[in-house]
């Protein structure tokens, strides 16, 4: 795996890696390639922490929890979405959900466009 990502990584291309699970134990790996050319998608690690490890070497997409988007409440959402963006910034990262959307009922609507409207206008 490592030589496939070194050989898309070397004629100019970025590796998309999704790290379903926890991975932390393994992000000292990821740090061995170039600066952008990684990015990695988080699931069930600390994504705040992710990026403390990480930091701007490695760009990060996830943030958001399925379960929150789907059983929190709008403010739950806005907290955790505020949460991630006062200590991780917004450079570096792509936050989306934390995993994909399979089925209507996997978010409720209402909570996503909240995060939506919120990351459009926070620290603007």
């Keep these: 795996a490592k030589r ?6 070397a004629t100019g291309g970025k590796v ?9 134990h393994f ?13 990695a998608c988080i699931e069930g ?10 930091g701007d070497k490695v760009t990060l997409c996830g943030g958001m929890p399925v ?15 505020r ?4 200590n991780c ?3 570096g990262i792509l936050l989306t959900q934390s995993q994909a959307l399979l089925s209507p009922g996997d978010v409720n609507p209402e ?4 995060v939506v409207d919120f990351v459009k206008t926070y620290k603007v």
């Design 4 to 9: 496939c990502m070194e050989s898309i990584i």
């Design 45 to 54: 690690d600390d994504f705040i922490q992710a990026k403390k490890d990480l």
């Design 111 to 114: 909570n996503l466009k909240a």
């Design 16 to 24: 998309i890696i999704a790290l379903e699970g926890t991975w932390s």
């Design 89 to 91: 910034g917004m450079e």
């Design 27 to 39: 992000y000292d790996h990821l740090l061995e390639f170039p600066k952008g050319s990684v990015v």
């Design 67 to 81: 379960q929150l988007l789907r059983e929190g409440t709008k403010q739950q959402n806005i907290d955790h979405v």
């Design 83 to 86: 949460n991630i963006i006062d």
